[in-house]
């Protein structure tokens, strides 16, 4: 049986109808373990003697309406080794519950809160813990970021006390994946790496430049300097031949639009929409890529 000594938090936003996990261990790949999230339903995060079974149960059971509070209770009701267990849930209302076993091993416990809760086991102390909730609770930005920041903190109060390996972090919302027919808004995972978290905190900036829409506030005309400055990437990255000339014209339309596919843009720049403007994280983006 596996002992995944780790940290984690579930979490509820309901300003982004959003659900939540983010852990950390020193254990290979343990986002292919510990969370498990559905929108409409909650999160779980089951660890320490994993039973893997207690994600996709629990999410059933809260699914059906049933309490984070009542759900957790069902699950142990249910398991003869509960004493070796840690998990935690987070219902379809933002209710939140916890359980961490007598035979967890030293330092183990949660804490819960509005919307939240934090656990550990195998941590460097219970300060690991607080820093954790206090470090979600001050965070900005999406749920997403907010949960990476309490791993961060949590890590830089000491953490799992045998070192570092792997993070995740997953979030779901209502028609909120790729596509829109799927609720996996977000599910990043670093499996083997000497800093996880930091590493997972790129991945998140990454899926926030790639699949975030671009905000009104952000469009840039695309006047002659830009044009100049657009084409000459082009230019030099092969895309089209010619000269620089600061025009912005149907010749630049259909050849920026295959530099900005390449680059997994298409959610933030498409000729139908922004013709005449350019977001500036694009911008930014292309600048500092291609110089």
């Given at each position: 049986m596996?002992?995944i000594?780790?940290?984690?938090?579930?979490?509820?936003?309901a300003?982004?109808?959003a659900?939540?996990?983010?852990?950390?261990?020193?254990?290979?790949a343990?986002?292919?373990?510990?969370?498990?999230?559905?929108a409409?339903?909650?999160?779980?995060?089951?660890?320490?003697?994993?039973?893997?079974g207690f994600?996709?149960d629990?999410?059933?059971?809260?699914?059906?309406?049933?309490?984070?509070?009542?759900?957790?209770?069902?699950?142990?009701?249910?398991?003869?080794?509960?004493?070796?267990?840690?998990?935690?849930l987070?219902?379809?209302?933002?209710?939140?519950?916890?359980?961490?076993?007598?035979?967890?091993?030293?330092?183990?416990?949660?804490?819960?809160?509005?919307?939240?809760?934090?656990?550990?086991?195998?941590?460097?102390?219970?300060?690991?813990?607080?820093?954790?909730?206090?470090?979600y609770?001050?965070?900005?930005?999406?749920?997403?970021?907010?949960?990476?920041?309490?791993?961060?903190?949590?890590?830089?109060?000491?953490g799992?006390?045998?070192?570092?390996?792997s993070?995740?972090?997953?979030?779901?919302?209502?028609?909120?994946?790729?596509?829109?027919?799927?609720?996996?808004?977000?599910?990043?995972?670093?499996?083997?790496?000497?800093?996880?978290?930091?590493?997972?905190?790129?991945?998140?900036?990454l899926?926030?430049?790639?699949?975030?829409?671009?905000?009104?506030?952000?469009?840039?005309?695309?006047?002659?300097?830009?044009?100049?400055?657009?084409?000459a990437?082009?230019?030099?990255?092969?895309y089209?031949?010619?000269?620089?000339?600061?025009?912005?014209?149907e010749?630049?339309?259909?050849?920026?639009?295959?530099?900005?596919?390449?680059?997994?843009?298409?959610?933030?720049?498409?000729?139908?929409?922004?013709?005449?403007?350019?977001?500036?994280?694009?911008?930014?983006?292309?600048?500092?890529?291609?110089?």
């Open positions: 596996t002992n000594h780790t940290f984690s938090i579930v979490a509820y936003c300003d982004e109808d659900w939540g996990v983010a852990v950390a261990s020193k254990f290979p343990v986002g292919a373990v510990v969370p498990w999230a559905r409409g339903a909650g999160a779980v995060a089951t660890q320490s003697y994993a039973k893997i994600g996709p629990g999410l059933a059971l809260m699914g059906e309406g049933l309490s984070a509070v009542e759900a957790l209770s069902r699950l142990l009701e249910a398991d003869e080794g509960r004493a070796t267990r840690q998990v935690a987070v219902d379809a209302q933002g209710g939140a519950a916890a359980h961490t076993g007598a035979e967890c091993h030293d330092w183990a416990g949660h804490k819960t809160g509005d919307g939240f809760s934090v656990q550990g086991n195998l941590l460097a102390g219970e300060d690991v813990i607080e820093a954790m909730a206090a470090g609770l001050r965070a900005a930005g999406e749920l997403a970021d907010r949960l990476v920041a309490a791993l961060r903190a949590g890590e830089n109060a000491g799992d006390k045998r070192g570092k390996q993070a995740a972090v997953q979030v779901a919302r209502p028609d909120g994946g790729y596509g829109g027919d799927n609720d996996r808004y977000l599910d990043l995972r670093v499996d083997d790496a000497q800093e996880p978290v930091a590493d997972l905190m790129a991945l998140v900036r899926h926030h430049l790639y699949f975030q829409p671009p905000r009104a506030e952000d469009a840039i005309k695309i006047d002659e300097d830009i044009a100049r400055e657009l084409q990437i082009m230019i030099k990255q092969g089209m031949t010619g000269e620089v000339n600061g025009v912005w014209d010749v630049c339309l259909p050849v920026f639009r295959m530099l900005i596919g390449n680059e997994n843009l298409e959610m933030r720049w498409s000729p139908e929409e922004h013709r005449q403007t350019i977001d500036r994280v694009v911008l930014e983006y292309l600048r500092q890529r291609f110089g």
